[in-house]
Nanobody, 128 residues
């Protein structure tokens, strides 16, 4: 099982990036998917999640209105569209999948320990 994250890079404040996370070895249809990020010296935090059906999407307050999560069943991939990026968005972004916990209504309940699989991380750097 492998989750391959990509799409990170260096962007100026106000710019956009789209992260992708492609799965192999599993079919993501039955998994809730999400993105976490970890800035230097900080704990990994949940950014967004999407339910297995795609009907529920939850965001951290810090990214609401700027980030959008989506999934493509045919491509077995989850995306994170990031707009209006800020320097404080700088972090390594990780995708994750879980089968049983789902995507809770409150992002603070979407935790590191609840995930079954992780991507390797992709670095996003936002310059001011």
């Amino acid at each position: 099982v492998q989750l391959q994250a990509s799409g990170g890079g260096l962007v100026q404040a106000g710019g956009s990036l789209r992260l992708s996370c492609a799965a192999s070895g599993i079919t993501l249809d039955y998994y809730s998917l999400g993105w976490f990020r970890q800035a230097p010296g900080k704990e990994r935090e949940a950014v967004s999640c999407i339910s297995s059906s795609g009907s529920s999407r939850v965001y951290a307050d810090s990214v609401k209105g700027r980030f959008a999560i989506s999934r493509d069943v045919a491509r077995n991939t989850v995306y994170l569209q990031m707009n209006s990026l800020k320097p404080e968005d700088t972090a390594v972004y990780y995708c994750a999948a879980n089968k049983f916990i789902g995507c809770p209504r409150t992002i603070t309940h979407y935790t590191v320990s609840n995930q079954d699989y992780w991507g390797q991380g992709t670095l996003v750097t936002v310059s001011s």
